[in-house]
């Protein structure tokens, strides 16, 4: 059991018991497979690399939530953060929780977990919260420091050397080289919490997207709305200046994922992501710019996946949604054209997530 004793202030401290000690070393040693880290004495992180191999992975998640589950007998809970499998399920009595991978979480499923997560450690002094995500520890990272903002709500001198245990684990994975849009939805996060902005339940409309600044290359866009893919643009050649019109207007609530996506050069040669943006337009504050009601949300360069960094992509480089709350005229032409946007082909490379990957029980 782990230890008790009052510090200087009065508040009850529990600290690592030798159990917990040695789990936590002997998973430390480990090169592959399944590993445990505490990030603090009550919150635990099991991760596993994608490239891990399926009977290494099956062999080191029995060990590994046997050993947990000594440690700390019933006082544990697990929260599943990347796609649900049969396995971890009843291994761990996983909570499935997951969403993609190279994603930010939706906000509300955000905002579930971290009250979920204070909840369960209200109920018991000796409880412990288990975030597990199978390939790579971005998902938990994201989860780690949004319980560590929501913490600091409530927070006491106690727990001052955890929050800073949550952010030094969640630096190590969304640093510098972090994705931009886990961020801005880290940002969301806290401004909610402090009550900066608030929910605004109403849809917005999209008009059109406007690329600035990239290098003449055939691309499309893509769309999506909770992950589901609701638009696709023709392929265009990029110039100082594109202008993707949306046809009359988009309306989009919610989580919202843009994909630009470099079309393929010949038939047998792949297309590739140029770069990706997540948004949620319950969380976005407007300003209208002119009297039909349009704002612009203006992406730059640092602020999109997969190019803040990139040096071969011009510095200048911007995104703007032109958007309203309100759909706009729409013309025989436009509703003729968004009839042909809808045959075009929308394949869904998140439609699978939901369904749970492996067959292994225990």
Known sequence: KSNKYNNEAGYEVYTISEDQLRLKQKMK???????????????????????????????????????????????????????????????????????????APPLEKLCTICKNLDQWMLEHPLNVAVIFCKGGLERCAVVVNAFMRYNAISATDDSVEDRFSMQRFSERFLGPDGPPSYKRYLG???SLLSGRISVNAEPLFLHY??????????????????????????TVTLKDASKFEMDG????????????????????????????????????????????????????????DLI?????????VTVELVVSHTSGPTTIASAALQSVHSLLPRNNSYETFEVAQGEHFF
């Open 29 to 103: 040693d480990r090169k592959e497979g399944v590993q445990v880290e505490y990030v603090t004495s009550r919150l635990i992180v099991v991760s596993c690399t994608a490239e891990t191999s399926e009977r290494k992975f099956v062999e080191s998640l029995l060990t590994a939530s046997q050993q947990i589950q000594k440690a700390h007998n019933k006082h544990i809970k697990v929260w599943n953060v990347s796609q649900r499998r049969h396995d971890i399920s009843s291994s761990l009595d996983a909570i499935a929780f997951g969403w993609p991978a190279e994603t």
């Open 188 to 190: 969301y996060f806290s």
């Open 209 to 234: 997207i406007i690329l600035n600044f990239f290098e003449p290359i055939n691309v499309f866009l893509k769309i999506y709305e909770r992950l589901v893919p609701v638009y696709q643009s023709r």
């Open 249 to 304: 207007s988009l309306k989009l609530r919610g989580d919202i994922f843009f994909k630009c996506i470099v079309a393929a050069s010949s038939p047998g040669s792949a297309s590739r992501c140029l770069f990706t943006c997540q948004l949620n337009t319950c969380a976005l504050e407007l300003q209208p710019i002119n009297s039909e009601g349009y704002s612009v949300v203006r992406l730059h360069k640092e602020e999109l």
């Open 308 to 316: 803040f960094n990139d040096k071969k992509i011009d510095n200048r």
